[in-house]
């Protein structure tokens, strides 16, 4: 995984290339306000009880295998189901659950891990769950190790109400405790994007007191609005999907991991006269427009490609100090090493890297620097050219002590 | 501010102050007619508004789902139940003497199908009055003696143990058979029983245990539901049962034989349990029928007008009507639905509001005057059956364990043709299958719905909250009356010199005098409380009479009266002589003795409407017009206006109507006809309603009839 050196560590790189060595400390250390994009994590909450909310569950269920499918591995997913209803003695179909009257589709098939079960799902532990505050003896599984370049998809349903969301027939969450959470989760760069989807009724209400950067809410239903089950399972005896999630899960069948569908897209997907509520989504908090952001960025594991220059580009980078001394050693066999690697990484990055300034890397390394830095485009070569600057430095520097 | 007020207090004449309820009510008590006027109106008003102000059912617990399953009941299920039925009507099964060929082969139908079987022996147990049994939910202690081998019942029990449930929990269904003449409706009804069993042994998705009874109903359909309930819930752990079972081979055998022929089978000796009852559905099919189309009716009273909660009889009716496309009714006083006058009621009713409408499009609650005479008759229906106490069915037995129950009686519109009896075990079949699976959703007891209530259609209901209003109008002046009695009593005795009754003039009086007369209404309380300790020891009476052997209904009614009557001189004779001469010389003694029975009127009434509401409703429909006009003949006579010659003719006729034989007379009159009226009636009711435990009961012998007698007193007081 890559991660997207900001503009500023750059600057402190470049204007102090005679401190090398400190400036790669102080990048390894400093805090990172933007980092890249480098994982993804899902939590999916079911939160009611009892028999006939066997949807809740169904619907968490496939949002599980939609998201498995499109590239969250299972240890990235927290998916908290507060009733077994594949076990239920009252289901026809033991061990299986369906979203579907077809039966096409099992959910509870193979590999489905549930990390909260039954009574373990408390607004306790969901909130836990998010500000990662857990007694030790709980298990990495259990635990969303987000980090500050993760995007979170939070997804929950249950019965709602106004700025409330039932857990288990005994206790509720409010929104206070939902962005209370997560104002803690950004403080302490657990996530770098948010997308908080919820279907239940008055699900908009919900998202009222949020109010840390980078989150995005959708909710099923606005103010006074029912959010409503799709259809009946006659054989089942119980609906078995909510409408938000079936026509979300719709939206999402026709998509594969490659797929560049945007946020946008998925929002706009939302008939309110199919849903018989109206989707509401609330975008004040995120900053970048969602018809740039692939919905696979939440709902899979795909992130921003960042080409390299070197196949062990954070060895390079992070072990820029131990460089030195070897460089020290034989600077001239690696000044050429290091010149054939740009070469050879100059052929890839047909699209974002000019030429003509590679061209002139050789005969005027000072105004390629500063194009670079303008562009801050190729951090790695930008590190190289630092260390080809250093050399001469060395060379006087060992010549004055001798 | 505090000050320029306390100023123009101060200078204003100092007054005492009054608080605004205190001042209310000496109001109310100072109007006390006209108040008691309106609220009697008002009260008797409310009680013909109520089919009006019913509401439409609807499901309240969300986990019944009633409906949302498909059925599964499908031809096989119906075509072996047909099986069934064939080989209880064939004529080799009733051979036996004892039936229980008959019930060999629903055991062994059972055992077929791969459910658990035991026979239940059970002793009929003969209805007794037992005084100090009443409230009191029924023992295993009672355990009769005289056993006869001849005279017991076997219930045939099958229990289907649900594949994947914890087994803490179990729906009943009850087919009552009479094994020695079984029509063909028991038959079918077994015949209904067995295809859903036998469906429900195939299916997955059972969380509770089904247990199928098949009660024995030579001896009444109720005793055998009650003894294996009994049975069921308070377990004996005395060997009497062994001795009982030696002392009749003919059990024995029975139970051997089967032991015996399928051994290693699910077959028990033993008697068989499963969970806790969720709930209990009672099954009937009706013989004959003469309507046009197939109609299931549901009984739901159980004893003291307890009935089940609101949803079982909500998912009944839903699934009925809206699944199987059957008519679903309820108990009806057919008598009420010819009667003009409450069909011109109805047609006011809906002028009104109809007027209502007009001036505010938002006020809808009129409803057709037919509907209105249909809602009628089924809501006094359903207060009588209330009222009476007496279970309609053998699910009032399941009510004394706190499960809710009611019993479904099918009559199909009769035909012979095997597609018509293949139909009615089809839908009927799908209709207890709808049920069993919604009540097998529940995850508790049924709680969410009403418990208390009164049906005007089978899916209208008037909650307790709408029928206590007419009731509370109705009792209300009673207190006030009561009281505005109690003072006038007082302050006439007191200014009988002067003819002001200011304050100035009490403090004038001997305050001697005062605590004295102020303590005269013990006088009165004690011959209110004689005559209630009458009315005690009269409902205490047929219970010595009972023991007479040989006693024709009519006789020990006789009895009963004549005993009732001794008992009450003597009483008066004891302990209210040496009063009743100091009783004489005052004045306005009979307001006194009117506002103490009252109040204990008042007291009786509210206290039966907590156990029973329906008892207290038409109790006080009798007894409060009669002790708000009760005042003495004499002095109607001695008036002379059309005013008191009215109030005369009034007193006199609610005195005969609230007398308890009378209105039990009257009322059956009116039900029945005057026809086969027998005085025998009133003892043979009273004993149904000693039998059944029933609080009415008690609300006549130590209510009623004292209040009536104190009535009684008052209009033929001298003074």
């Known amino acids: ?402 | 501010m505090a000050e320029t007020k306390e100023k123009s207090l101060s200078d204003e004449k100092p007054k005492p102050r009054v608080r605004p309820i205190v001042r209310l009510g000496i109001f109310l008590i100072s109007h006390s007619f006209h108040v008691s006027v309106v609220c009697c109106t008002a009260g008797v008003l409310a009680l013909f508004l109520l089919p009006v102000l019913a509401k439409n059912t609807y499901i309240s617990e969300n986990a019944l789902m009633p409906g949302s399953a498909s059925p599964m009941l499908s031809n096989q299920h119906v075509s072996d139940g047909n099986r069934l039925v064939k080989d209880l009507t064939n004529p080799n099964s009733k051979s036996s003497e004892t039936g229980i060929e008959s019930h060999k082969i629903i055991a062994q139908y059972m055992l077929d199908l791969g459910a658990e079987v035991s026979f239940h022996k059970f002793h009929p147990q003969m209805n007794q009055f037992h005084p100090l049994h009443f409230f009191s939910s029924p023992d295993s202690g009672k355990i009769q003696e005289n056993y006869s081998c001849s005279s017991y019942g076997i219930n045939t029990v099958g229990i289907i143990r649900a594949p994947h449930g914890d087994g803490k929990e179990a729906i009943v269904l009850v087919t009552p058979y009479n094994a020695l003449k079984s029509g063909f409706g028991e038959a079918l009804s077994l015949g209904i029983a067995y295809s859903v069993f036998s469906l429900l042994t195939q299916v997955t998705w059972l969380a509770k245990d089904i247990i199928w009874l098949v009660a024995d109903s030579q001896y009444g359909e109720y005793a055998a539901v009650a003894a294996w309930l009994r049975e069921y819930q308070t377990p004996k752990f005395s060997s009497l049962s062994t001795p009982n079972a030696e002392m009749c081979p003919d059990v024995n055998n029975l139970f051997e034989l089967k032991g015996h022929s399928i051994s290693g089978s699910k077959f028990s000796n033993s008697f068989r349990r499963a969970g806790t009852m969720a709930s209990a559905l009672v099954l009937k099919v009706r013989d004959q029928n003469e309507q046009f189309e197939d109609t299931i009716s549901i009984y739901a009273e159980a004893s003291n007008g307890q009935m089940p909660n609101l949803d079982l009889i909500n998912v009944v009716n839903y699934l009925a009507v809206h699944r199987q496309g059957l008519r679903v009714n309820v108990e009806k006083l057919w008598s009420l639905l010819n009667s003009s006058w409450l069909k011109s009621l109805g047609e006011i009713f809906e002028s009104l509001a109809k007027v209502a409408k007009s001036l505010y499009p938002k006020w809808k609650f009129g409803i057709p005057a037919t509907e209105y005479v249909e809602g009628t008759a089924t809501l006094a229906s359903s207060l009588y059956y209330q009222a009476l106490g007496v279970p309609t069915g053998p699910h009032g037995a399941f009510r004394d364990y706190q499960v809710d129950a009611i019993t479904l009686e099918i009559s199909p519109k009769f035909s012979l043709d095997k597609v018509w009896r293949n139909d009615i075990l089809l839908r009927g079949g799908r209709l207890i299958e709808g049920v069993i699976r919604s009540v097998n959703n529940l995850l508790e007891k049924f709680h969410q719905s009403f418990f208390l209530y009164l049906l005007t259609s089978p899916s209208k209901f008037v909650s307790v909250g709408v029928y206590m209003i007419a009731f509370a109008l109705l009792i209300a002046p009673l207190p006030m009356v009561a009281a505005s009695l109690y003072v006038d009593a007082n302050s006439s005795s007191n200014c009988s010199k002067g003819d002001s009754s200011t304050p100035s003039a009490i403090t004038d009086t001997d305050e001697h005098s005062i605590a004295i007369r102020s303590w005269r209404w013990l006088n009165s309380a004690k011959l209110v409380f004689i005559v209630h300790l009458w009315g005690a020891i009269v409902s205490l009476l047929p219970y010595f009479i009972s023991q007479i052997p040989d006693c024709s209904p009519t006789t020990s009614f006789m009895i009963w009266v004549l005993l009732s009557i001794l008992s009450l001189l003597t009483l008066n004779s004891v302990l209210a002589s040496p009063l009743a001469c100091a009783k004489a010389t005052q004045e306005k003694e009979w307001a006194l003795v009117k506002s103490v029975t009252i109040s204990s009127v008042f007291i009786g009434l509210g206290l039966m409407s907590v156990i029973n509401f329906a008892t207290a409703e038409i109790g006080a429909l009798l007894m409060v017009p009669m002790c708000l006009l009760a005042q003495p003949l004499k002095l109607d006579v001695r008036a002379g206006t059309l005013r008191s010659f009215c109030r005369m003719i009034c007193n006199l006729v609610l005195g005969h109507i609230a007398f308890p034989p009378a209105a039990f007379f009257l009322l059956k009159g009116m039900l029945d006809g005057f026809g086969n009226a027998n005085v025998g009636d009133f003892w043979m009711w009273v004993e149904s309603l000693w039998a059944w435990n029933s609080a009415t009961y008690l609300f006549i012998g130590m209510v009623q009839l004292p209040c009536w007698v104190l009535c009684i007193s008052i209009l033929f007081h001298t003074c």
């Open chain 1, 1 to 402: 995984m890559e991660t997207f050196i900001n503009p500023k560590s750059l600057f402190h790189l470049l204007l102090l290339p005679c401190l090398l060595l400190y400036s790669s400390i102080a990048y390894n250390s400093s805090p990172v306000e933007a980092a890249m994009h480098t994982n993804n994590w899902a939590v999916l909450v079911c939160t009611s009880r009892f028999w006939f909310n066997y949807r809740h569950m169904a619907n968490t269920l496939s949002l599980y295998r939609t998201v498995k499918r499109l590239g969250i591995p299972d240890e990235r997913i927290i998916l908290m189901l507060a009733d077994d209803m594949a076990c239920n003695t009252r289901n026809k179909y033991p061990a299986q659950v369906f979203n579907n009257e077809n039966h096409r589709l099992n959910l509870y098939g193979d590999n489905v891990e549930v990390d909260y079960r039954g009574y373990e799902v408390t607004v306790e532990n969901f909130l836990r769950v998010l500000t990662g505050r857990h007694e030790t003896a709980v298990p990495r599984s259990k635990r969303l190790l987000s980090d500050e370049g993760s995007h979170i998809l939070l997804y929950m349903t249950g019965h709602g109400g106004d700025e409330f969301l039932k857990f288990q027939d005994s206790e509720e969450l409010q929104s206070h405790d939902l962005a209370d959470a997560v104002k803690q989760m950004k403080e302490k760069h657990r996530f770098k994007e948010l997308l908080i989807m919820v279907d239940t009724c008055q699900a908009a209400t919900l998202f009222n007191q949020l109010q840390s950067p980078g989150v995005l809410a959708i909710g099923s239903s606005m103010k006074g609005e029912n959010s409503y089950s799709h259809h009946l399972d006659s054989d089942v005896g119980v609906s078995v999907v909510d409408r938000f999630t079936y026509y979300t899960l719709a939206f999402f069948e026709r998509l594969n991991i490659y797929d560049n569908a945007s946020l946008s897209s998925l929002f706009s997907s939302y008939n309110p006269s199919l849903l018989m509520s109206t989707a509401y989504y609330r975008k004040d908090l995120y900053k970048r427009r969602l018809e740039e952001v692939p919905v696979t960025n939440f709902f899979g594991s795909v992130m921003e490609t960042i080409h390299t220059d070197a196949a062990y580009k954070a060895l390079s980078r992070r072990n820029s100090g131990r460089f030195e001394d070897e460089m020290s050693l034989d600077q001239s066999v690696h000044h050429i090493k290091r010149r054939m690697l740009i070469k050879v990484n100059d052929g890839d990055e047909i699209h974002d890297i000019n030429p003509e300034g590679e061209e002139g890397a050789s005969k005027c390394p000072w105004s390629t620097f500063r194009k670079k830095f303008q562009k801050a485009e190729n951090v790695d070569s930008l590190l190289n050219y630092g260390l080809v600057a250093m050399i001469p430095l060395l060379v006087i520097s060992t010549w004055l002590v001798q």
